[in-house]
């Protein structure tokens, strides 16, 4: 079949721009960083999210040869940074670093995000997690699951558990456990795991969930009791405290977690570079020690282990939360 000329020279040109356009995706995967990360975390200076951000962010950068630069935009319980960067290029330029908070407690407590738990974002891997852990005061006559049960039952209002604030993965936690134990104990919310704490060790409250990372100083120093942690096993950080399945009570696994994530649509190439760097961090020496120092159990998982885990715990977080009745202050 014969063709004009005209036909011919249309056709070329198509192949040509797209051969350009497939060289220059190529390119750009090959190139990837060319400039400095922006590594978003929707938590102020100074907590645990910010210091294991900054950690993963310079070894990130270490491991790629560019600089992370970590940019603070706490606000909203994480909503501030997740918008922000789930409305970024999706280029490998703006990562962001957030707990679970952002991917299933977040869609559990608000009606309407700016967001998507899983349509907005990429993930790239884990970087790090603590479990959650149910507490007393010292003075209190309970030191196990099934005497806390026991008195709860005996007088029944009495009691109340101290948590880091409405919505958090504590309340969560500390919902499904007692959910799962029978009882129910008055949930008495703090804006931040010390001043919980420091309630804690004055007698204000008698229980209380927090993390490991919190707990451990005022554990082995005997100003609180450990009761049990809320993760399928013991934690390494504390080794003594049996979970509340050895307690008598399976069927909860609740931690908190952090991962790495970009905005949904990263090309292939740069996601498997960034999914390569990170998991070559997490498996350094240097960076697990110095997240278990911090409070944090180093654990290694990709992109899919992160989808995979957030997909899990969607439901069990709505669930929750619509049974408790938490929403969003």
């Not at 220059?24 to 090959?30: K, N, R, S, V």
């Not at 009495?158 to 008055?186: D, R």
């Not at 090309?267 to 990170?278: C, F, G, H, T, Y």
């Not at 020496?285 to 899919?304: C, H, I, S, Y």
Request: charged share 15%.
């Amino acid at each position: 079949m014969n063709r004009s000329p005209l036909i011919l020279s249309t056709l070329a040109h198509t192949v040509l721009a797209c051969s350009l356009a497939t060289g220059a995706t190529a390119a750009l995967a090959d190139t990837f960083p060319s400039k400095p990360i922006q590594l978003v975390i929707p938590f102020p200076p100074g907590g645990a999210t910010d210091v294991i951000g900054r950690l993963i962010g310079k070894k990130l950068g270490d491991k790629l040869g560019q600089s992370v630069v970590v940019d603070n935009r706490p606000g909203a319980g994480t909503i501030v940074g997740a918008s922000v960067v789930s409305k970024a290029a999706p280029d490998g330029y703006t990562l962001l670093a957030s707990s679970g908070t952002t991917f299933t407690v977040n869609p559990a407590i608000h009606a309407k995000l700016p967001y998507d738990p899983v349509k907005s974002f990429e993930p790239i891997g884990f970087a790090g997690r603590t479990g959650l852990i149910l507490l007393a005061n010292k003075d209190v006559p309970v030191s196990n699951l099934k005497q806390l049960v026991a008195a709860a039952k005996a007088q029944p209002g009495k009691y109340s558990y101290g948590s880091f604030g409405t919505g958090t993965t504590a309340q969560f936690a500390g919902e499904m456990l007692f959910n799962l134990a029978g009882v129910k104990l008055l949930h008495v919310p703090y804006k931040g795991s010390s001043p919980a704490m420091t309630d804690l060790i004055g007698g204000q409250i008698p229980f209380s969930v927090d993390t490991v990372a919190a707990a451990i100083p005022q554990v082995k120093s005997g100003k609180v009791k450990a009761i049990a942690v809320t993760t399928a096993k013991r934690s390494a950080l504390l080794p003594d405290v049996p979970t509340a399945a050895e307690a008598g009570f399976p069927g909860i696994d609740a931690d908190t977690w952090l991962a790495l994530v970009a905005p949904r649509g990263l090309p292939a190439d740069v996601k498997q570079k960034l999914e390569k760097a990170l998991s070559e961090v997490m498996a350094d020496p240097d960076t697990r020690k110095q997240l278990q120092n911090a409070g944090f159990e180093p654990v290694e998982g990709n992109g899919a282990a992160v989808s995979a885990l957030i997909n899990k715990e969607l439901p069990l977080m709505r669930a929750t939360a619509q049974r408790a009745n938490i929403t969003a202050e």
